[in-house]
């Protein structure tokens, strides 16, 4: 591997790692299909149910759709938060009013919940039908069909902006209340400043822990990679079939769902402790976990060079397109030359189009090179 290769490779982990770690990641980004929605609520269900749901994939058979499902969970986040405010207001106007949005909320969610697990179009009704669904594994009984939505209530997104400015300005209003009586007369204080405020202007979307900025990062690439038409194109046939894109999601949410999972118990089971022994032996099993958390970065990571490459590619073939339409302008060139009496510039011409062909296919050989390399490091983690 070439010594660029291996700088890129870490330059991209490393930009993966930093944006789990501060939640956030730079940039405003779509909300994520409701293909790698559903994929990614797979990680938090039982086995059989993800079979199922890879075998009404590989059918053709969508879950019905409620306008994307980011909206869902931010309606789901809601809920939990009116929920709570309601408990601990005192009666009167507030908790009037925040009752009432909350049955808003509440109908609206019960809407999509309609929507997702009950829909007569998209699942099988009848007897026959649901025993014929059943033979072919295609079939969401009601039991996984709530799961199902339990899980797409928790999908990946971006925190809300207005919640966000709430948290930002509760946090950064008490930080730089703290040194503002340094701003005056102390760069140091005016510095700190500039930097807080700066901070809470910048262009990303923030999420409320690396779990979920992981996953949508997941999300994201995998939409990024299978919506491109270079991937789609026969140029990259041989790596399509090489990565099975959907369960390389599926795993990454599965894993770290787990991980998740794990970490807040042993978080749990370390603050009932008593015992220092008992606690040292907690923080023994969640360093053991700590790997984990590295190779998920790192098949995001993989996951992210892949169309970081793919990008390149796209570049690349835009370019050939250019040079394909000039050589079809080849012939009229050439009698307009000709007429000059001047054929060899159009030699040079031909030529230059000519290199320029040989480049394009020897870039987007190293691209293949490149992408089997990647995909060789995401698959093989398993």
């Given at each position: 591997m070439?010594e660029g290769?291996q700088e890129r490779?870490?330059?991209?982990s490393?930009?993966v ?15 994520l299909s409701?293909?790698?929605?559903v994929?990614?609520a797979a990680g938090q269900l039982?086995d059989v149910?993800r079979?199922?749901?890879a075998n009404?994939?590989?059918e053709?058979?969508?879950i ?11 309606l789901?986040?809601e809920?939990g938060r009116?929920?709570r405010?309601?408990s601990?207001a005192?009666p009167g ?5 925040v009752?009432l949005?909350?049955a808003d909320?509440e109908?609206r969610?019960?809407a ?5 697990v ?5 699942y ?6 649901i025993r014929r ?8 009984d009601?039991g ?12 990946p997104a971006p925190i809300?902006?207005?919640l966000?400015?709430q948290?930002r300005s509760a ?7 703290r ?5 005056e007369?102390?760069?140091l ?5 500039d930097?807080l405020t ?11 822990d ?8 997941a999300?994201?690439l995998?939409?990024r990679?299978?919506?491109s038409?270079?991937w789609?194109s026969?140029?990259f046939a041989v790596?399509?079939a090489q990565?099975?894109?959907?369960d390389?999601l599926m795993q ?9 999972e ?8 370390s603050h009932?402790?008593r015992?220092d022994?008992a606690?040292?032996?907690i923080?023994?099993?969640q360093?053991a976990?700590?790997?984990?958390w590295?190779q998920?970065v ?11 490459l ?5 570049d ?7 040079v394909?339409?000039t050589?079809?302008l080849d012939?009229?060139?050439?009698d307009l ?8 510039l159009?030699?040079a011409n031909?030529?230059?189009v000519?290199?320029q ?13 490149l992408?089997?390399a990647?995909i060789?490091a995401?698959t093989?983690?398993?």
């Amino acid at each position: 591997m070439s010594e660029g290769e291996q700088e890129r490779r870490e330059r991209i982990s490393a930009q993966v790692r930093e944006w789990c770690e501060r939640l956030e990641i730079d940039g405003r980004h779509r909300e994520l299909s409701d293909e790698a929605a559903v994929l990614i609520a797979a990680g938090q269900l039982d086995d059989v149910t993800r079979s199922v749901l890879a075998n009404r994939r590989r059918e053709g058979k969508d879950i019905p759709s409620v306008g994307g499902f980011a909206a869902l969970r931010r309606l789901a986040d809601e809920r939990g938060r009116l929920l709570r405010r309601a408990s601990t207001a005192r009666p009167g106007p507030v908790q009037a009013v925040v009752k009432l949005r909350c049955a808003d909320v509440e109908r609206r969610l019960l809407a999509m919940h309609a929507t997702v697990v009950r829909s007569q179009t998209h699942y099988a009704g009848s007897v026959r039908a649901i025993r014929r669904e059943r033979k072919l594994g295609i079939h969401l009984d009601l039991g996984q069909r709530e799961a199902l939505f339990a899980a797409l209530a928790r999908t990946p997104a971006p925190i809300s902006s207005n919640l966000l400015a709430q948290f930002r300005s509760a946090a950064l209003g008490v930080a730089v209340g703290r040194i503002g009586g340094l701003s005056e007369t102390s760069a140091l204080g005016r510095k700190a400043v500039d930097s807080l405020t700066g901070k809470a202007g910048r262009e990303t979307d923030s999420f409320v822990d690396r779990y979920d900025t992981l996953l949508f990062l997941a999300g994201s690439l995998y939409d990024r990679v299978e919506g491109s038409a270079v991937w789609q194109s026969g140029h990259f046939a041989v790596q399509r079939a090489q990565l099975d894109l959907a369960d390389e999601l599926m795993q990454i949410a599965v894993d770290t769902v787990a991980l998740r999972e794990l970490l807040a118990e042993l978080s749990a089971a370390s603050h009932a402790a008593r015992l220092d022994s008992a606690r040292k032996q907690i923080r023994a099993r969640q360093q053991a976990l700590a790997p984990v958390w590295d190779q998920l970065v790192e098949r995001v990571a993989a996951l992210a060079r892949i169309g970081d490459l793919l990008s390149k590619a796209e570049d690349q073939l835009h370019s050939m397109a250019a040079v394909e339409k000039t050589m079809s302008l080849d012939a009229r060139i050439d009698d307009l030359i000709a007429r000059s009496g001047n054929r060899e510039l159009s030699a040079a011409n031909t030529h230059f189009v000519g290199d320029q062909f040989d480049d394009v296919d020897e870039l987007l050989l190293s691209y293949q090179s490149l992408l089997y390399a990647d995909i060789l490091a995401l698959t093989s983690r398993r």
